[in-house]
């Protein structure tokens, strides 16, 4: 059973509208997450984290939000540029802080 | 400065062998874990090396091992190749409690 979900594979905006990822886990017990970002034939990048002490941690275009009673955050890219087209993983790291659970994934595609 | 390298970055291997993957981790970083990214899926973590030891393991069968050296770089090992194997490997460091994971860019493993 995933502990973390991204519902939704693929998503594609203008460039210069804004992107809403979206990210559900089911474990009450998380409480640090992580974005990161993936261009085929790369590893994945750092972006943006958050503590679950904050509902709201913001770096420049990259926004992440988090409701805990909800157990949902989302990722909100503005503005969005072609070069933000590429996977975004949602992660949660584990309460021993050894391990980060990924989601599937979603495929983000900004046209110009 | 050098992020994580990892060799070889593409290898087929024929089922019933035996693969060995290696992992230089970004300069400063103590602790290397290694991930397992099938097709379609996000990473999943295999197992973390701190101080030359296996701190956590994920749910991963006996046939994947690792070791982790003096100067941190690390390998992986996994026997009796399963076609079920072939993935994306990822190798992941970071400096102690320190959650910012860098990625390296992966190998990817056939299975034939």
């Known amino acids: 059973d995933q502990q973390v979900k991204q519902n939704s594979p693929s998503l594609s905006v203008q460039e210069g509208r804004i992107s809403i990822l979206n990210c559900d886990y089911t474990n009450s017990m998380f409480d640090y997450f992580l974005w990161y970002k993936k261009y085929p034939a790369e590893g994945p990048t750092f972006l943006i984290s958050i503590s679950s002490i904050k509902d709201k941690n913001e770096d420049g275009r990259f926004t992440v939000f988090l409701n805990k009673s909800a157990k949902h955050l989302s990722l909100h890219i503005v503005p969005s540029q072609p070069g933000d087209s590429a996977v975004y993983f949602c992660a949660a790291l584990n309460q021993a802080g050894t391990a980060l659970i990924f989601g599937k994934g979603t495929t983000l595609s900004v046209s110009s | 400065d050098a992020g994580v390298t990892q060799s070889p970055t593409h290898l087929i291997k024929t089922r019933g062998q035996q693969v060995t993957l290696r992992c230089s981790p970004k300069s400063g970083h103590d602790t290397v874990s290694w991930y397992q990214q099938a097709l379609g899926q996000g990473p999943q973590f295999i197992f973390q090396y701190y101080e030359e030891e296996e701190r956590q393991r994920g749910n991963f069968p006996d046939r994947f091992s690792g070791h982790q050296f003096p100067n941190y770089s690390s390998e992986l090992n996994v026997n009796a190749l399963l076609l079920g194997d072939s993935a994306l490997y990822l190798c992941?460091?970071?400096?102690?409690?320190?959650?910012?994971?860098?990625f390296g860019s992966g190998t990817r493993l056939t299975v034939v």
């Open positions: 992941a460091s970071n400096q102690g409690g320190i959650y910012g994971y860098t």
